[in-house]
């Protein structure tokens, strides 16, 4: 019953609430009349853009010219080897290295001496080449002989064709073990069971397969490689290029190239391949630049490339003041009807003399304010 009560008479104190609002309204709206405080105007705000000035003539109108740019695309890459310039060092001869005269990244030239192979193949081919050069004489003497003796007709033709044939079989096989000595590097006139291993190019070596005291050649080894000694002369400079980029380049194009540890030496590259596969991952192509190395590129080296894309972009271009910087954003003012201009906010491209490319938000032929500075001016003293 209490609750009931309660909520009954806070009924009744709202209503009494409510009831002397209205009449103090009534009161005040009576004692006003005509002669009191009128109501403020409601200023509804225009369009923010839109300034307004009194003599529009006063600012003079520049026409966009038509520009046709094209636009560079900058991608990174890496410096490699170029491999019709890597070259292996092979040991024909299976053995046990004995000596090592050079080691990883050690600069060599060619005919340079790297290392020396103790090897039976040595032993083996010299005693195939001495037993050569015996049957070779034996034969020799044998034609001959028979040439004399057919000359007197003391044999038949049959017989002296036989001494021909074997004759020139010994010389064969006299050739063939001196090319087997000359492609183990054993000196017919010097052997020896140690076979040297010379560089067959002057470069770098960038790769080495072999130790002192390691087994070498395919017999013992499992390969052949001893080193790898690549020419840096002139090296790749392999980049990927995004899907959407690759029209934009082309075989033979040049590319500038800036090297992050020497900024200060740009150098010049030409593409040499685009690569027919994209990377199903990260939609890029494999572009690869050939680079004359001036003796700063190192293989491993991370650059970046700068092509001119072959597909020129039409593109707006205006005077340089025609554009306000403000906040990180650029803006030009174009005419409006009623003595105004609408602020238009644009993405500056590269300059180009003295004027400026506009990227987007103006077109070539459109009219706007030549020099904003004295438009803003006009307006701070308004």
Same mark, same amino acid.
């Not at 032993?123 to 050069?133: E, P």
């Given at each position: 019953?209490?609750?009931?009560?309660?909520?009954?008479?806070?009924?009744?104190?709202?209503?009494?609430?409510?009831?002397?609002?209205?009449?103090?309204?009534?009161?005040?709206?009576?004692?006003?009349?005509?002669?009191?405080?009128?109501?403020?105007?409601?200023?509804?705000?225009?369009?923010?853009?839109?300034?307004?000035?009194?003599?529009?003539?006063?600012?003079?109108?520049?026409?966009?010219?038509?520009?046709?740019?094209?636009?560079?695309?900058?991608?990174?890459? %890496?410096?490699?080897? *170029?491999? =019709?310039?890597?070259? $292996? +060092?092979?040991?024909?001869? #299976?053995?046990?290295?004995?000596? @090592?005269?050079?080691?990883?990244?050690?600069?060599?030239?060619?005919?340079?001496?790297?290392?020396?192979?103790?090897?039976?193949?040595?032993?083996?081919?010299?005693?195939?080449?001495?037993?050569?050069?015996?049957?070779?004489?034996?034969?020799?003497?044998?034609?001959?002989?028979?040439?004399?003796?057919?000359?007197?007709?003391?044999?038949?033709?049959?017989?002296?064709?036989?001494?021909?044939?074997?004759?020139?079989?010994?010389?064969?096989?006299?050739?063939?073990?001196?090319?087997?000595?000359? %492609?183990?590097?054993? *000196?017919? =006139?010097?052997?020896? $069971? +140690?076979?040297?291993?010379? #560089?067959?190019?002057?470069?770098? @070596?960038?790769?080495?397969?072999?130790?002192?005291?390691?087994?070498?050649?395919?017999?013992?080894?499992?390969?052949?490689?001893?080193?790898?000694?690549?020419?840096?002369?002139?090296?790749?400079?392999?980049?990927?290029?995004?899907?959407?980029?690759?029209?934009?380049?082309?075989?033979?194009?040049?590319?500038?190239?800036?090297?992050?540890?020497?900024?200060?030496?740009?150098?010049?590259?030409?593409?040499?391949?685009?690569?027919?596969?994209?990377?199903?991952?990260?939609?890029?192509?494999?572009?690869?630049?050939?680079?004359?190395?001036?003796?700063?590129?190192? +293989?491993?080296?991370?650059?970046?490339?700068?092509?001119?894309?072959?597909?020129?972009?039409?593109?707006?271009?205006?005077?340089?003041?025609?554009?306000?910087?403000?906040?990180?954003?650029?803006?030009?003012?174009?005419?409006?009807?009623?003595?105004?201009?609408?602020?238009?906010?644009?993405?500056?491209?590269?300059?180009?003399?003295?004027?400026?490319?506009?990227?987007?938000?103006?077109?070539?032929?459109?009219?706007?304010?030549?020099?904003?500075?004295?438009?803003?001016?006009?307006?701070?003293?308004?």
């Amino acid at each position: 019953m209490s609750g009931c009560y309660l909520w009954k008479r806070a009924s009744s104190l709202g209503l009494l609430l409510a009831a002397a609002l209205a009449v103090t309204a009534c009161r005040k709206e009576a004692a006003s009349g005509d002669n009191g405080p009128k109501p403020g105007n409601v200023v509804t705000a225009g369009d923010m853009a839109l300034v307004t000035v009194d003599k529009p003539g006063q600012f003079p109108l520049v026409q966009a010219e038509s520009y046709d740019a094209a636009p560079q695309l900058d991608v990174t890459g %890496t410096v490699f080897p *170029d491999i =019709a310039r890597e070259v $292996p +060092v092979i040991s024909l001869a #299976s053995g046990r290295v004995v000596d @090592i005269k050079a080691r990883l990244d050690d600069n060599v030239h060619k005919g340079q001496l790297l290392l020396k192979i103790q090897s039976p193949d040595s032993t083996n081919a010299f005693d195939i080449y001495k037993k050569a050069v015996s049957d070779e004489r034996m034969n020799n003497k044998a034609y001959v002989r028979a040439q004399i003796l057919f000359a007197h007709g003391a044999i038949s033709q049959s017989m002296l064709e036989q001494a021909e044939d074997a004759e020139v079989d010994s010389q064969a096989d006299l050739k063939a073990a001196e090319e087997t000595l000359e %492609t183990l590097g054993v *000196d017919k =006139a010097h052997p020896s $069971p +140690v076979v040297p291993v010379y #560089s067959p190019i002057s470069g770098v @070596i960038v790769q080495q397969n072999v130790t002192n005291a390691a087994a070498a050649g395919v017999t013992y080894s499992g390969s052949a490689t001893a080193f790898t000694v690549a020419d840096l002369s002139s090296v790749w400079v392999v980049c990927d290029v995004y899907e959407n980029d690759i029209p934009k380049l082309g075989l033979g194009q040049t590319a500038k190239i800036k090297l992050n540890a020497y900024p200060d030496r740009p150098l010049t590259g030409h593409i040499s391949d685009i690569g027919p596969v994209l990377d199903p991952a990260i939609r890029t192509a494999k572009v690869r630049i050939e680079v004359a190395n001036p003796g700063i590129l190192k +293989v491993g080296m991370f650059v970046t490339a700068t092509f001119v894309s072959l597909q020129k972009q039409h593109l707006a271009l205006v005077p340089a003041p025609s554009i306000l910087h403000l906040h990180d954003r650029e803006w030009v003012f174009v005419p409006a009807a009623n003595n105004q201009f609408r602020r238009v906010e644009v993405k500056a491209g590269q300059m180009v003399g003295d004027k400026q490319a506009i990227l987007a938000g103006v077109q070539s032929g459109q009219r706007l304010v030549s020099n904003v500075l004295q438009l803003e001016a006009t307006l701070e003293a308004q």
